[in-house]
Nanobody, 129 residues
Framework: QVQLLESGGGLVQAGRSLRLSCAVS????????IAWFRQAPGKDREGGSC????????WYTDSVKGRFAISRDSAKNTVYLQFNSRKPEDTAVYYC??????????????????????WGQGTQVTVSS
């Protein structure tokens, strides 16, 4: 059974960089697609950043593309999200999610949080202006 544990959130000033970690246990990264999504109060979960564990290919939704970077460390079974917290609207709970291998493309998965069956508890990121 996949278990995901996020860490690294907190209060950060706009313009400062931040790295979130997602420790994956119960499975190895290789067959899975791991994603980061975020959810602000009163809004839907969005902002997917996705990585395929087998080859490291990534895909980003438009709202985070160019500012966020997802990466993996297979030896540590951990996925990271690096971003420059330049915008107060980046304030949200950030979730790590995992999906077993399938036929869907990264593009389709990253746009659709509902395709991911396993989720962490989330980590709060608050960006101050």
């Amino acid at each position: 059974q996949v278990q995901l544990l996020e860490s690294g959130g907190g209060l950060v000033q706009a313009g400062r960089s931040l790295r979130l970690s997602c420790a994956v246990s119960g499975v190895t990264l290789a067959p899975y697609v791991i994603a980061w999504f975020r959810q602000a109060p009163g809004k839907d979960r969005e902002g997917g950043s996705c990585i395929r564990g087998s080859d490291g290919n990534t895909w980003y939704t438009d709202s985070v593309k160019g500012r966020f970077a997802i990466s993996r460390d297979s030896a540590k079974n951990t996925v990271y999200l690096q971003f420059n917290s330049r915008k107060p609207e980046d304030t949200a709970v950030y979730y790590c999610a995992a999906k077993p291998p399938g036929l869907s493309t990264l593009q389709r998965l990253c746009r659709s949080p509902q395709f991911f069956p396993s989720w962490g508890q989330g980590t709060q990121v608050t960006v101050s202006s």
